[in-house]
């Protein structure tokens, strides 16, 4: 447990990727990297016929003479890494990798806040305008756990609130950040002092997105009983769904407390005591959402009976659209790795990526990156269900028979 104790002092020097990438930059960064991720998933399942924008009910093209989704996307993803690009080499030149003068700029980072913030609110038409104001409204709607209709766009909300549960620790860091910033004697672009702000408000911050989706999960299962009469299931699915996420709470709270134990707070448990417990539900949260990913949201039969179906390769399903099996195999294995990232605490060998910036930095990017790519199989399954029609337990996938909506 002195680890956990470690991570909370701050030294008085930054290391050299610190130095190089200030927190605020590395927070930039990664989001920046969410947009371009999600121009290219457009752009990938526009190759293999899948119509993304349809499925998320966003407004189609009104002529062949207008540029596609992915295009937009692209254009967002590059006005929003221009202006990040030219901040990073001014902040290089100037700095120039001393230590005193990366602290004493603090503010610098920050106006690339600004410039992002105004690249996704600018009223400009040939800013990508619409897909901006889309995002914006879906972000606003879900940040109190909304969700929309099938009809309104209720796949593009739960892809939104799922990307933001990937993006919880960055949240608690963008939150770090600002504290530094306005906290005497500490610099935003100095070594980030993760108990900056209390105790309890980063790991709110970090459980808020496993709310949202939480709150989704019981939105729909309410839809369900309220539509019972139809003879449809009665919604476990959500109730399990839901289940899911909150096995992410124990988590976080066990994390809290480890780094800052207070035994008049956790009473008779000693730090041993709680770092077992955290080891049993990290357990339990990454083996439900590894087997939730596969089984649920990518509806391949791996841990089913149809494993073995002659009539389908093995562990996947009958129907798929990506060119090779081994793209499903490669995902399996990419995400159950990357769910298990935090088992490098465990290992002497490996624990000093947990330790460092860089390390940290690292595992916040293998998370969005395991998420992009849990995008590409989460939409494909979605649009298999389109073809296919709605599974007998779920009423709520969407109207399947029926034309996608035009706005």
């Known amino acids: 447990m002195e680890l956990d104790r470690r991570e909370i002092e701050i030294p008085p020097e930054l290391d050299g990727f610190s130095l190089l990438f200030p927190l605020p930059f590395r927070l930039a960064l990664i989001v920046v990297a969410g947009f371009w991720g999600w121009a290219v998933n457009l752009h990938y399942l526009s190759k293999l016929r899948i119509d993304v924008p349809g499925l998320i009910r966003y407004p189609a093209r009104q002529s062949p003479k207008q540029k596609p989704h992915y295009v937009s996307a692209y254009h967002l993803a590059t006005l929003l890494t221009i202006p990040l690009g030219i901040s990073l080499l001014l902040f290089w030149m100037i700095t120039f990798g001393s230590i005193e003068r990366v602290?004493?700029?603090?503010?610098?980072?920050?106006?690339?806040?600004?410039?992002?913030?105004?690249?996704?609110?600018?009223?400009?038409?040939?800013?990508?305008?619409?897909?901006?104001?889309?995002?914006?409204?879906?972000?606003?709607?879900?940040?109190?756990?909304?969700?929309?209709?099938?009809?309104?766009?209720?796949?593009?909300?739960?892809?939104?609130?799922?990307?933001?549960?990937?993006?919880?620790?960055?949240?608690?860091?963008?939150?770090?950040?600002?504290?530094?910033?306005f906290t005497g004697g500490m610099s935003a672009t100095g070594k980030p002092n993760r108990a900056c702000g209390g105790e309890f408000v980063v790991p709110i911050i970090v459980a808020v997105p496993s709310l949202i989706r939480l709150r989704q999960c019981l939105i729909e299962f309410v839809r369900v009983q309220k539509q019972r009469d139809r003879g449809d299931s009665w919604g476990g699915q959500h109730l399990a769904n839901a289940l899911k996420y909150a096995t992410a709470f124990p988590v976080i709270a066990l994390t809290a407390l480890q780094r800052n134990y207070n035994p008049f707070v956790v009473g008779q448990i000693s730090e041993v005591q709680l770092y077992h417990m955290w080891i049993f539900f990290a357990c339990v949260n990454s083996f439900y959402s590894f087997y939730w990913d596969v089984t649920k949201d990518w509806d391949l039969t791996l841990f089913t009976e149809a494993r073995s179906d002659p009539q389908q390769p093995f562990a996947l399903r009958r129907k798929r659209c990506f060119p090779t099996n081994n793209m499903y195999y490669g995902a399996i294995i990419i995400d159950l790795f990357l769910r298990f990232t935090w088992t490098s605490k465990l290992s002497s060998k490996f624990d000093h990526i947990n330790e460092t910036e860089f390390g940290l930095f690292m595992l916040m990017f293998l998370e969005v990156a395991r998420r992009w790519m849990w995008i590409f199989f989460r939409v494909e399954t979605e649009w298999v269900r389109n073809m296919r029609g709605p599974a007998p337990d779920d009423i709520l996938l969407g109207e399947f028979n029926q034309k996608l909506d035009e706005d």
């Open 103 to 181: 602290k004493s700029l603090e503010w610098f980072p920050q106006i690339y806040v600004g410039i992002f913030l105004v690249i996704l609110i600018l009223p400009v038409r040939r800013l990508s305008r619409s897909g901006r104001y889309r995002f914006l409204m879906t972000l606003k709607r879900i940040s109190i756990g909304g969700l929309a209709q099938p009809q309104d766009g209720k796949f593009g909300d739960i892809l939104l609130a799922d990307a933001l549960t990937s993006y919880a620790k960055v949240l608690g860091d963008i939150y770090v950040n600002f504290c530094m910033l």
